[in-house]
């Protein structure tokens, strides 16, 4: 059972609910004054309350996606794992994007499942390869994208393809990308059945409201549960360089996308919306623009993170955003920061971090009245985010046959 199954839910509400029953009915046994008595009587309210704990914790990790599987919790999955080369004793290094699940993309409310009679293939290109209903709903991928350069295996990320990928008329098009990254330590599955980012996605690109985009949807820590911040850790997970460089790569070569950088953009919520922001600042040769959802700007160091910067104060100013737009030229980028005035706590700084931005980086809020740090608001935000984004990309060139399989 995973930790987000009903099955496991239930089983923790019995416990709870049988625990307390369990106390209840001992209370009278152990109501003496002995010293035994009061042992037992502790040991029964410290069950109770663990119990019923754990219960609430299971359903808030249920409901925001925190922790989905048992090595999340205990940090044994491969979410950052180094390749071998051939030739050098080490496995073979493997190909840069395994797509391991398919799903319709029009009306899923779940994580993707298995699509009878699909064989898993990183590169549907060909229109003899899209399927009648895939060219009318799109398609969720969920795959895993090993980086040529850091090695990083990111197990469980998500492609969504739209329609428009498996039509005849698009069939040598090629489509502008966008990186999203979730916040941490939230799992991405939460940006397709929480922030529904295909189907609005889907319904903008129908109304003519948003070009016809490809997303990759990842979490913005590469080495779980550790928060790795998208920063090239000295002597540890190099995540800046694998979201920056390996990622883009990996998918352009997988899928008919740009592969200049005014065709690809990077969105995320939360921890997400700072790395973002810092990606497309500090790689602007890779991201014509940023969508931070209720991001932050100031490097972050506590104990999810460990040591980031190697003990470095100038490392970790090159990460502080505020720092770089005072020291460094600013980058050619433009940057869409959301928030609320009432309800987020980061209101004063994203207007402060507005006001700082120069030519030629440009900066826009979208600011709401009253919202929380929460999907709900990230979900009203969204379809103007991406409207927004549609005005900023391009995708030029022609796509090239795919390679023989």
Known sequence: MAPTSGPFLALLSLVAVGTMAATVLLWPRVAGRKSSHAAARTGLLIATQLTAIVAVLGGLN???????????LVGTHASATSAGGQGTGHPPVPPPIVVTYTQLAAGASAAPQPRAGHTPAATRSTPAAATATAAAKGEILTVQITGERTGITAARSYVYLPPQYFQRAYAHQLFPAVLVLSGYPSDPRSEITRLNLPGVAGAAIAAGRLRP?????????????????????????QAATFFAADVPLAV????RVATSADGWAVMGDSTGGYCAV??????????AAAVSLSGYYSALQDFTTGSLYGHSAAYRAENDLFWRLGHRPPPPVSVLL??????EDDYQQTIKFLR????PMHG???ILPSGGHNFRTWKRELGP???WLSQRLTATGTAQPPPAR
Do not use: N, Q
Not at 213 to 237: W, Y
Not at 252 to 255: D, G, M, Q, V
Not at 281 to 286: G, I, L, N, P, V
């Open 62 to 72: 249920s409901y925001f996606s925190f922790i989905v599987s048992w090595s999340d």
């Open 213 to 237: 985009t490809v997303f990759i949807i990842m979490f913005s820590s590469v080495d779980m549960p550790r928060d790795t911040e998208c920063t090239d850790i000295p002597g540890g997970p």
């Open 252 to 255: 352009e070569r997988s899928f």
């Open 278 to 287: 810092k990606l497309a600042m500090m790689h602007s040769d890779r991201f």
């Open 338 to 343: 959301t928030t609320s005035r009432v309800g």
């Open 356 to 359: 700082v931005i120069r030519p």
């Open 364 to 366: 826009y809020g979208l």
């Open 385 to 387: 985010a991406l409207g």
